[in-house]
Nanobody
Framework: QVQFVESGGGLVQPGGSLRLSCAAS????????MGWYRQAPGQQRELVAR???????NYADSVKGRFTISRDNAKNTLYLQMNSLIPEDTAVYYC????????WGRGTLVTVSS
């Protein structure tokens, strides 16, 4: 069974940057589109960014121009570069296929606060 392990979260001041990584236990990246999702306290999980098998991507309006999604199929790893972070980006970030149909990992917490 494929498992996702997200990492790279932490506490950052507004305007700062973080780079998230998602390692998958199986060789799935070359087969499926992948996505980064986030869930803020008291809110539903939402799609932040997605990337197809061939590298084309799409972003939620709230992160356009600030976040960049990328993938390394050889390493079975998905990345999310987050710049110009704002408090509204505070959430637990998860990766999964797009659309999501595999078991969710534990996620990685991103806290944007001064």
């Amino acid at each position: 069974q494929v498992q996702f392990v997200e990492s790279g979260g932490g506490l950052v001041q507004p305007g700062g940057s973080l780079r998230l990584s998602c390692a998958a236990s199986g060789s799935i990246f070359s087969i499926y589109a992948m996505g980064w999702y986030r869930q803020a306290p008291g809110q539903q999980r939402e799609l932040v960014a997605r990337i197809s098998r061939d590298g084309s991507f799409n972003y939620a309006d709230s992160v356009k121009g600030r976040f960049t999604i990328s993938r390394d199929n050889a390493k079975n790893t998905l990345y999310l570069q987050m710049n110009s972070l704002i408090p509204e980006d505070t959430a637990v970030y998860y990766c999964n296929t797009y659309p999501p149909f595999l078991v969710w990992g534990r996620g990685t917490l991103v806290t944007v606060s001064s």
